[in-house]
């Protein structure tokens, strides 16, 4: 196994794995024709709110989407503290 392969997967990553379909565009390629297409598997994920992908290794791809996911569910856990916070403030202050 490689030494980059070694490398520890970060604990959350920003983005989504998806399967990208798509035709090359090369005129003698299958899947110009009736061959299937090219599948690819990214990360999606924007950036300067520009839209961008990166191809990933079939090797990382499980442990990327597992990383996304742990982003996820911890954004979401975030977001209901917060509101659980601001819920506690807005009913303290409006008792006055
Ligand atoms: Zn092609």
């Given at each position: ?10 604990e ?85």
């Amino acid at each position: 196994m490689p030494a980059k392969a070694k490398r520890a997967m970060p604990e959350t990553i920003r983005g989504t794995v998806v399967t990208q379909r798509r035709r090359c565009g090369k005129a003698n390629c299958r899947c110009a024709n009736d061959g299937p297409v090219h599948e690819s598997v990214v990360l999606s994920y924007s950036e300067q709110g520009r839209s961008r992908v990166l191809i990933l290794p079939r090797e990382e791809v499980e442990a990327v989407r597992a990383a996304t996911e742990r982003y996820r569910a911890a954004r979401k856990r975030l977001e209901e503290e917060a509101n659980a916070g601001l819920a506690q403030l807005v009913s303290r202050l409006r008792q006055r």
